[in-house]
């Protein structure tokens, strides 16, 4: 069975930091590119950022770039999301979601999803 869970949500200030995980398993990770998006209420979902863990590649939405980081551990099959500076408009329900296709924020490419973490932003 595909599972991604993540973990590492929670409250935090304005120019504060959270690091998120997403632990995968049920498919071969080292195929596969993880990627984060974002939902805030009554907005679409937004792609964040993206991994490759066939190569590393990666990718940053403008939004983010700079003050997000994305790295993935192949032993422990989970990637993880580094947020530095955070800013009120970062306040949104973060998941986590798997593709076998080229490194892309493009959510319709995505075929394995989590449940997401909320990341609320105090200003």
């Known amino acids: 069975e595909v599972q991604l869970v993540e973990s590492g949500g929670g409250l935090v200030q304005a120019g504060g930091s959270l690091r998120l995980s997403c632990a995968a398993s049920?498919?071969?990770?080292?195929?596969?590119?993880i990627g984060w998006f974002r939902q805030a209420p009554g907005k679409e979902r937004e792609g964040v950022s993206c991994i490759s863990s066939v190569d590393g590649s990666t990718y940053y939405a403008d939004s983010v770039k700079g003050r997000f980081t994305i790295s993935s551990d192949n032993a422990k099959n989970t990637v993880y999301l580094q947020m530095n500076s955070l800013k009120p408009e970062d306040t949104a329900v973060y998941y986590c979601?798997?593709?076998?296709?080229?490194?892309?924020?493009?959510?319709?490419?995505?075929?394995?999803w989590g449940q997401g973490t909320q990341v609320t932003v105090s200003s």
């Open positions: 049920g498919f071969t990770f080292d195929d596969y590119v």
């Open positions: 979601a798997a593709t076998i296709v080229v490194v892309t924020t493009n959510k319709e490419e995505y075929d394995y």
